[in-house]
């Protein structure tokens, strides 16, 4: 197994991108922590998997402690940590997103980054042994469209901290790196879309994948993989296109 034995945090794990990763962690032996806001789907993946949920709020120090305490507590150790945990404001003008939306998807896109550094760099460092952080960015923050400019900004600033926490945390052998899905049919879709999903509005978003279809969680879940396990040991900085050809 590929992750025989290494312990994981997956943030937003109770469904989507995370559910998917979660899944795979554990089917290649990873004992996984399913952190998500929503308990309920928390505790489904995790009972489902043969992990150990935690519920909590990415945007919040306290959340983000509670999710690197219950790897400590239940596994005795942390190497892999997750921040899948997303959210976005509903395609549309730039002047439509009221500052508290704006707010709330600068919270849970770019400080819940700052908060896992916080909580997981120090007990990385304590091991000794290393670890890998993989940020779940997007192609937004590569090649943006209009619509999601503040979306967008977040993933921007995702990509730039992967790379500079790369540099910063080589010499403890703590990889940093990201992986940027094209858009999948998550329950964020519609507010993708910006309008009710329909099979001509994903005609319309799929018409710009070279591959021609969305991206799912088995596609990022196999990226996430292979950034989390010993053969990308050499691995860090990248960001990673998960998005056939988008942004080619």
Same mark, same amino acid.
């Given at each position: 197994m590929r992750l025989e034995g290494k312990i994981a945090i997956v943030t937003g794990g109770g469904g989507g991108f995370g559910e998917g990763i979660a899944r795979l962690y554990a089917a290649e032996g990873a004992h996984v922590v399913v952190a998500d806001m929503v308990?309920? +789907?928390?505790?489904?993946?995790?009972?489902? &998997?043969? =992990? #150990? *949920? #935690?519920?909590? %709020?990415v945007s919040l120090g306290a959340d983000v402690q509670a999710m690197v305490d219950c790897a400590i507590d239940n596994y005795e150790g942390l190497d892999i940590v997750v921040n899948n945990a997303g959210t976005t404001h509903r395609n549309g003008p730039i002047l439509d997103v009221d500052e508290a939306t704006f707010d709330r998807v600068y919270a849970v896109n770019v400080k819940s980054v700052y908060w896992m550094t916080h909580a997981a760099v120090p #007990?990385?460092?304590? +091991?000794?042994? =290393?670890?890998? !952080? &993989?940020?779940i960015s997007s192609t937004a @923050?590569?090649?943006?469209? $209009?619509?999601? #400019?503040?979306?967008? =900004?977040?993933?921007? *600033?995702?990509?730039? &901290?992967? +790379?500079?926490? *790369?540099?910063?945390? *080589? $010499? %403890?052998?703590i990889r940093v790196n990201a992986v940027c899905p094209v858009i999948g049919a998550t329950g964020l879709l519609e507010q993708f879309m910006g309008q009710a999903d329909s099979p001509e509005m994903r005609a319309k978003f799929v018409a710009s994948v070279p591959i021609g279809r969305m991206?799912? $969680?088995? %596609? !990022?879940?196999?990226?996430?993989?292979?950034l989390a396990e010993d053969s990308s040991?050499? &691995?860090? @900085?990248?960001?990673? $296109?998960? %998005?056939? @050809?988008?942004t080619a």
């Open positions: 308990a309920a +789907q928390a505790e489904r993946v995790a009972r489902e &998997i043969g =992990g #150990v *949920a #935690v519920t909590g %709020d #007990v990385f460092r304590k +091991q000794g042994r =290393g670890g890998s !952080i &993989i940020n @923050g590569i090649r943006p469209r $209009p619509g999601l #400019v503040w979306y967008n =900004g977040t993933k921007g *600033a995702v990509n730039t &901290i992967t +790379q500079c926490m *790369a540099i910063e945390l *080589a $010499p %403890d052998n991206s799912t $969680p088995e %596609d !990022i879940a196999n990226a996430c993989l292979w040991s050499f &691995i860090t @900085g990248i960001l990673l $296109p998960v %998005d056939g @050809g988008r």
